[in-house]
């Protein structure tokens, strides 16, 4: 079964950097493209980044371009979420998400905190 597992988040001063990823299993992880969402507290769940099957690809958010940035390691099935120069709006539940045959999986979430 599909399976993505987000990692990375935490305590981070503004201006701070984190690097989240997000492993996935039980699909062909190369085959499909991948994105980041987040959700914050009484807010909608958001389109963050996101990169297609080959990494060739990627697209953000307004708010966050410039700031971050989607990759992928194909050979490790993991998708990442570089995030520099951190605000505290960017503080949020962090989702990865896959697209499999026309199914959204979502991972539990990694919650990021932008707080001095």
């Known amino acids: 079964q599909v399976q993505l597992v987000e990692s990375g988040g935490g305590l981070v001063e503004p201006g701070g950097s984190l690097r989240l990823s997000c492993a996935a299993s039980?699909?062909?992880?190369?085959?499909?493209?991948m994105t980041w969402y987040r959700q914050a507290p009484g807010k909608e769940r958001e389109l963050v980044a996101g990169i297609s099957s080959t990494g060739s690809t990627t697209n953000y958010a307004d708010s966050v371009k410039g700031r971050f940035t989607i990759s992928r390691d194909n050979a490790k099935n993991t998708v990442y979420l570089q995030m520099n120069r951190l605000k505290p709006e960017d503080t949020a539940v962090y989702y990865c998400?896959?697209?499999?045959?026309?199914?959204?999986?979502w991972g539990q979430g990694t919650q990021v905190t932008i707080s001095s």
């Open positions: 039980g699909f062909t992880f190369s085959s499909y493209a």
């Open positions: 998400k896959a697209r499999v045959r026309y199914v959204d999986y």
